[in-house]
């Protein structure tokens, strides 16, 4: 199975902020690479579908870039309902497989 | 606008099978389109995949999960389930049914997620 190592696991961030989040696939998945934004006790959002495609409703602020097997997750200036734990997932291949996680959390 | 629902129960004791339901509501589980989902998050965890079923029943597992697990389509009643056999405490977990179709292969919608503890 691909795996996603995703990095940091954690960060603290102000709002106003840029924020990076990484995403790395232990082999090449072409752009086949979603981010999700998940909050506490709710489901995950499609945020960012095929690598850089903005989710339905998802404010311009969020971007994501890459290809092959490193991805990058950008929020250009952090909001407050930006504070939440975001997934990458690969859909190249069968098993589909998301990264571990990283919580982005107030400073 | 599509919508989904998982039911089930809460507590299933260890050895015995886990069953889920999600229905769907706003759209038919026979659009060619669509795959139906079931993915679950451990607690304090991240996510896991563990299926995709096609409303012909053609089906796609993990590996990790293959010979516990039966996903079927019951377009009747516009549902899809899950069934998770010989389950441990391991198997604690929200379940989480989505479908894939807005974008090819990427989870969107998702349903709510429904708690199922796996103890005696």
């Known amino acids: 199975a691909i795996q996603l190592t995703q990095s940091p696991s954690s960060l603290s961030a102000s709002v106003g902020d840029r924020v990076t989040i990484s995403c790395r696939a232990s082999?090449?998945?072409?752009?086949?690479l979603a981010w999700y934004q998940q909050k506490p006790g709710k489901p995950p959002k499609l945020l960012i579908h095929?690598?850089?495609g903005l989710g339905g409703g998802v404010p311009s602020r969020f971007s994501g870039s890459g290809s092959g097997a490193d991805f990058t997750l950008t929020i250009s200036s952090l909001q407050p309902e930006d504070f939440a734990t975001y997934y990458c997932q690969q859909f190249r291949t069968y098993p589909f497989t998301f990264g571990g996680g990283t919580k982005v959390e107030i400073k | 606008q599509l919508q989904l629902q998982e039911s089930g129960p809460g507590l299933v004791q260890p050895s015995e099978t886990l069953p889920l339901t999600c229905t769907v509501s706003?759209?038919?589980?026979?659009?060619?389109?669509?795959?139906w989902v079931w993915i679950r998050q451990p607690p304090g965890k991240g996510l896991e995949w563990i299926g995709s079923?096609?409303?012909?029943?053609?089906?796609y597992y993990n590996p990790s999960f293959m010979s516990r697990l039966t996903i079927s389509v019951d377009t009747s009643k516009n549902q899809f389930s899950l069934k998770l056999k010989s389950v441990t405490a391991a198997d604690t977990a929200v379940y989480f049914c989505?479908?894939?179709?807005?974008?090819?292969?990427?989870?969107?919608?998702w349903g709510q997620g429904t708690l199922v503890t796996v103890s005696s």
């Open positions: 095929d690598v850089s």
């Open positions: 989505a479908s894939t179709g807005t974008y090819y292969d990427q989870f969107d919608p």
């Open positions: 706003g759209g038919s589980i026979t659009n060619s389109k669509y795959y």
């Open positions: 082999q090449d998945i072409s752009s086949a």
């Open positions: 079923v096609y409303y012909s029943g053609s089906t």
